[in-house]
């Protein structure tokens, strides 16, 4: 089923490329320059962004990776290794909301220290992910 592995990898980039967008934009956000409006506006942006692309793509990519086992049957620690570091890339994501959520009750949070950590914890996830795809045992 090539197509379902494309499904796969496309939401999966944009699910990616979410988590390696979102910590820059709600650092942004809660940076002490913005005005009221615009700092109301830069907060929708991150909920938009949140739940209009991230959430979605990350659903879709874990349903179509879970079709994509059911389908091929792999399995063993590679596979485990691999779903561990997906569920560092969704506790990220939940996290990401919760700033987010904690923006919009409290906008004079600064949360840049949060997001850079969060930023680097993405990244390494995804890292791992990326690696043991490529190292797949065939």
Partial sequence: MPWLLSVHIVFLL??????????????GSSSANFEVSSRQHAVLLNRQLFNLLATPAALFTIASGT?????????????????TAVVVMVVCHALYGALILRLEREPQTVVTSLCVALAVTSALAVLCVVWLVLARPV
């Avoid at 944009?14 to 820059?24: M, S, V």
């Avoid at 399995?75 to 485990?80: H, K, N, P, S, T």
């Fill in 14 to 27: 944009i699910w990616c490329a979410a988590l390696f967008y979102l910590p820059g934009l709600i650092a």
């Fill in 67 to 83: 079709l994509l086992f059911l389908v091929q049957g792999t399995l063993g620690i590679w596979l485990i290794l691999k779903l």
